[in-house]
């Protein structure tokens, strides 16, 4: 195992992070009164993040994933993905995407050194996209996943975060697709999270229940999945390629396997999603600071990682939005 131990004997290995605030869709459940004056333009740069990225890795970090807003509106993103690539001890790279702009970047940034792509989907209807994302964009992203399915960034995962009267009725459709399309598809429980702090649970719809809607279809069986520590249950209909993963984080929180700290664009280091508490490296990079403070700040952030989160008893993020904290 690799990785620095953080309080609670848990090996962070895995950086996520946020190159971007900004995004080209609007999703309903992630802006959450997001103020276009809240975007922070003030972006580490790539240099600053490779900095970042290579001391966290002579710490243990092994596995990075470059995410927003929407990563692929940062100019040249594979220019940073090269840069990434360079850094030894790194040995994934992996980006999340709404997938608009995927099928015009999937080349480069697979050849500069991307390893595997998750791309957002929360329907296949594409006026439902519409009203989703806000924007009638639901062709560019299907060829988006088939651009990346082909030139090989597997596997390729779609994450569907699931709504109680949006869109909770495609959940077998989209279970289908991994007995007839070899789709690898998650179901991500809606997170309370935003800047407003009033979460609004009232459309969140259980894995449990995603689990039972979906065993229609056939006998579920566990799959290890390769993510290790990461956050999905994984199961396979059986003979089926795809997979089929829950995100919990409302009901079956999986904070004991964590193994992420996170960066945001603007150059905090987070140890947790669902937590505010933040360590600045932004400042310290740009003063010019060595080796030995940006470990310092990383192992002060590992330091603070809280045993688990409290989003199910309400206790959440207020500061930022998902879309500016990486999802
Ligand atoms: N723009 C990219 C995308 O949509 O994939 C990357 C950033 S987005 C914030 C990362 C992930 O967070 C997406 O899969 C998105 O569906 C998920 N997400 C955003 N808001 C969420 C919420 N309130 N609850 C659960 N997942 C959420
Ligand atoms: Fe943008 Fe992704 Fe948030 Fe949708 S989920 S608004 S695509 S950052």
Redesign the pocket.
Known sequence: MTGIVDSWQRQINYLRISVTDR?N?N?I??TDGLAPSAINSDNLCYEEIARVVGVAADMGITKVRL?????LLRPDLSRLVGMLAQVKGIDDISL???GMLLSRYATELKRAGLKRV???LDTLQAERFGRITGHDRLKEVLDGIEAARRIGLNPVKI?M?VLKGINDDEVIDFARLTIAQGWHVRF??????GVRGEGDDSVVVSAAQIFESISVLGTLEPDEGEDGNGPARYYRFTGAEGTIGFISAMTEHFCRTCNRLRLTADGQLRPCLLDDDEVDIKTVLRNGGGLKELEGLIRRAVAIKQEQHHLAEGIGPGKRS??QI??
Do not use: A, D, H
């Open positions: 995004c869709f999703c459940y992630c995410t927003g807003g929407e990563p999340t995407t709404n998750n791309v957002s994450n975060v991500i429980e809606y997170m309370p999270v998902m879309r990486g999802g």
